[in-house]
């Protein structure tokens, strides 16, 4: 995956000094890196049941819907309050300072489905682990959880004990 890394973009100090930015815009508007990371991602669902895809606001919004027409299941949106129109569960969980919430559609996950959770990156792991919350709490499984980037340095995997995690590029 070293020719996807190529192509992300490094951004030093934003959105704050100190901080390195991976920029995945600069992956997207070449073909040949949108095409890898959906190709990467479905070879990580290589012999792993699927029955849909759940994709986190806002980037798993756009490798999700691919990945899931191409693993032939439907795609479902994890979102911030107050964005899905019909009734939800959700989970509350803990960033650095404060919380934050997401929330999926009640029924978006029927009990006992395989859900293949992805997003863009896998970094002190809160959001994944409350995606895969709300998954549980609708009665799926986590199939797995499947990002284009890990900050390994942020060790976010341990907020995911028991779950399968594949990521394309690492930090």
């Known amino acids: 995956m070293d020719n996807l890394k190529s192509l992300i973009r490094e951004v030093p100090d934003y959105p704050k000094p100190g901080i390195l930015f991976y920029d995945i815009t600069t992956l997207l508007k070449e073909t ?18 699927v ?10 919004f756009i490798f999700g819907p691919a990945l899931a027409y191409a ?3 439907g795609f479902v949106p994890i979102r911030k309050p107050k964005k899905l129109p019909a009734a939800t569960e959700r989970v509350e969980y803990a960033l650095e300072y404060g919380t934050d919430t997401i929330e999926i559609h009640k029924d978006a996950i029927e009990p006992g489905m ?24 609708l009665g799926g499984k ?3 959880l499947a990002f284009v980037i890990e900050l390994d340095f942020l060790n976010g995997r341990s907020k995911l004990p028991g779950h399968r995690i594949e990521s394309l590029v690492h930090y």
Do not use: Y
């Not at 029955?51 to 798993?60: H, K, L, N, Q, S």
């Open 32 to 49: 040949a890196g949108l095409k890898g990371v959906i190709d990467g991602l479905h070879e990580c669902a290589k012999g792993v049941k």
């Open 51 to 60: 029955d849909r895809v759940a994709g986190i606001e806002a980037r798993g």
């Open 71 to 73: 693993l032939g299941v």
């Open 114 to 137: 395989n859900v293949l959770i992805v997003d863009d990156v896998l970094a002190t792991g809160g959001t994944a682990a409350a995606a895969a919350q709300l998954v549980e709490k």
């Open 142 to 144: 986590v199939a797995a």
